[in-house]
């Protein structure tokens, strides 16, 4: 499903529209979470530039305000805050779309720092009944709540009203009643966002071997009769890497032991966790940074990947809010879980009693207390 975007604000090509702008290009959109994490320096002088590309982000009524008769309200971002962040693969209009990638950033009262964690988009639910879509309720991974709720009669899906039923879910999974923020995020456009970058660097943990592509990034071969595919395969070795978009996309999507990920869709998350940190870092590079054409691109291909929806609070006013948090005060966490069941008779994954503690904490406001308690719920490189 292609997501609805917005018109760029600007010509790319209109290069004196940056001169004199000092340290405007530390202002940097991407990925849904980077497209909120901004500087601080000298940014309310420039906050005109910032609407200027505002209409590049796509909108869209994520949490069902809109048909409520919810009115918009002036900025007025405070924390604490919960951003709740999908993924998805777009694939044909007509093909209701799954949640591959399901996180949430949590931003503490000071608005300095935040915490990143992942459900696993195999856990079993309980999904809601969600009369807008037809669908009566019922038990199934997390991931098909997008599916049943995108689905609307005689019309191809609608991803923005699955992310509403979606986020139903997560709400009771989690105990989060209200989500501050929401964003659907177009894997697909993460090419374009890491190439407009000049790639991204990061840290490779072990050697992990693609499932899908070969090593000039084209698509391997199915295999004749199913299970699996054949020829040659893309391979990311331990140690520092320079990924280009392709490659950056493939190896935050590996989640088979055979490839080199033994703890399955947690290493995925894992590896998911760690991109946006390195999506992140690289945003606010000098070599990003002090290019304003370069920076211009960034700016463009994130808004062409997004689907943003702020509850009356735009994607300016949450950069400006959000303007003091950097990939150093990310915190990312790995919740306990198992799976249900295995080999053929594998059902899903479930959270371990710990992870309602966690979820306890971010609602009380107690996380900062909870994680010196609780060391393990940082994320590691394995």
Aim: net charge positive; hydrophobic share 35%.
């Amino acid at each position: 499903m292609e997501l609805p975007v917005g018109k760029g604000g600007t010509d790319g090509g209109k290069r004196s529209f940056w001169r004199g702008v000092p340290r405007w290009a530390r202002v940097c959109t991407v990925f849904g979470v980077v497209l909120m994490l901004l500087s601080g320096a000298v940014l309310a002088g420039y906050e005109t530039l910032l609407h200027r590309y505002e209409g590049s982000v796509g909108k869209g009524d994520l949490f069902g305000d809109q048909a409520a008769g919810a009115k918009e309200r002036k900025s007025n971002v405070k924390g604490p805050l919960n951003i709740l962040l999908v993924g998805i693969d777009p694939r044909k209009p007509e093909t209701p779309p799954l949640a591959d990638s399901i996180m949430i950033l949590h931003v503490p009262a000071g608005m300095d720092r935040g915490y990143l964690f992942s459900l696993p988009r195999d856990l079993r639910v309980e999904i809601p009944a969600f009369p807008k879509a037809n669908y009566p309720g019922g038990t199934d991974k997390l991931n098909a709540a997008m599916s049943y709720g995108s689905r609307v009669p005689g019309q191809n899906p609608d991803a923005s009203r699955g992310f509403e039923l979606l986020a139903k879910t997560v709400s009771q999974v989690t105990g989060i009643q209200r989500f501050d923020a929401g964003a659907i995020i177009n894997f697909t456009g993460f090419k374009k966002i890491v190439d407009a970058m000049g790639g991204v660097d990061m840290y490779i943990e072990r050697d992990v071997k693609s499932e899908h592509r070969k090593p000039d990034g084209t698509m391997r071969e199915l295999r004749p009769g199913g299970g699996g595919y054949l020829g040659p395969q893309a391979e990311y070795k331990k140690g520092n890497a320079h990924l280009n978009g392709w490659q950056a996309l493939d190896y935050v999507r590996q989640r088979y032991p055979k490839n080199g990920v033994p703890d399955a869709d947690y290493g995925r998350q894992r590896h998911q966790q760690q991109f946006i940190k390195a999506m992140v870092g690289q945003a606010f590079s000098a070599d990003v940074v002090t290019n304003p054409i370069k920076l211009d691109r960034v700016v463009r291909a994130a808004g062409q990947s997004l689907i943003f929806n702020g509850r009356g609070n735009s994607v300016v006013d949450f950069a400006l809010a959000l303007k003091g948090i950097r990939s150093d005060s990310i915190e990312t966490i790995k919740l306990p879980g198992e799976g249900i069941g295995t080999g053929s008779a594998y059902r899903g994954e479930r959270l371990l009693p710990a992870a309602q503690d966690f979820f306890t904490a971010i609602r009380t406001e107690q996380v900062d207390a909870f994680m010196l308690e609780h060391p393990d719920f940082k994320q590691k490189n394995s």
